[in-house]
């Protein structure tokens, strides 16, 4: 038993500076990566993350949570909670971001899928249209809970209702996990197979 104040003082250090390092799986380009996020009261893990990047520009750390870890992107796709962080690293106008995304929804969906979902779609663009621009720090984050539907956030902040539906979420997660991903290494790295270890990639 630790008795001395001192000692104690420092047993509790270590002790916090330990939970602290483990807090979180990986960093990427100086963003730490959690390696367990909660969804619906459950707990998920990280499946894989990695850098959009866009020519020389790094645009965000994307992190996939899910309730166990898989490379199997249709397994992803095509049900089960999960949720998709992404940490914004430069200031970017949140049009130009929903722009992306849909033109990544649009590459990687039959017309038959977005038909399907045209009013989440639409529910998307408008939700996005609320806020002009994300900045250097922020996170972005994409939830779907089966029977319940999608959400997006801010900063923790909610963006709009829940879109309903499962096949939204599918539509909208083959952005990153779709035959035309928005980033071939991205997706690798997501799904965690990437064959690469970057300089700014730092394993916890």
């Known amino acids: 038993m630790i008795n001395h104040p001192l000692l104690q003082l420092r047993s509790l250090i270590a002790c916090l500076c330990l939970l602290t390092a483990n807090s979180f799986a990986l960093e990427i380009n100086q963003v730490k990566i959690d390696a ?3 969804l619906a009261n459950k707990e998920l893990v990280l499946n894989g993350a990695g850098l959009r990047s866009v020519l020389f ?7 996939l949570y899910l309730p ?3 490379d199997n992107s249709a397994l992803v796709v095509a049900g089960g909670p999960r949720k998709m962080v992404l940490h914004i690293l430069r200031d970017i106008e949140v049009g130009e971001l929903a722009a992306a995304m849909l033109k990544g929804m649009r ?4 017309s038959k899928d977005l038909a399907d979902v045209t009013m989440q779609m639409a529910s998307f663009g408008q939700v996005f249209g609320t806020i002009p621009m994300v900045k250097n720090g922020d996170t972005i984050t994409f939830d779907y809970v089966p029977g319940l539907g999608s959400s997006a956030y801010v900063n ?6 829940i879109l309903p539906g499962d096949q939204f979420a599918r539509v909208f997660f083959r952005i990153w996990l779709g035959d035309r991903p928005v980033q071939d290494s991205l997706k690798r790295d997501l799904l965690g197979v990437s064959d690469t270890v970057t300089a700014e990639k730092t394993y916890r």
């Open 156 to 161: 923790k902040t909610r963006l709009g209702e």
């Open 36 to 38: 367990q996020a909660t």
């Open 107 to 110: 590459k990687n969906n039959t």
């Open 68 to 70: 166990a870890k898989t």
């Open 57 to 63: 520009t790094k645009v965000y750390v994307a992190a």
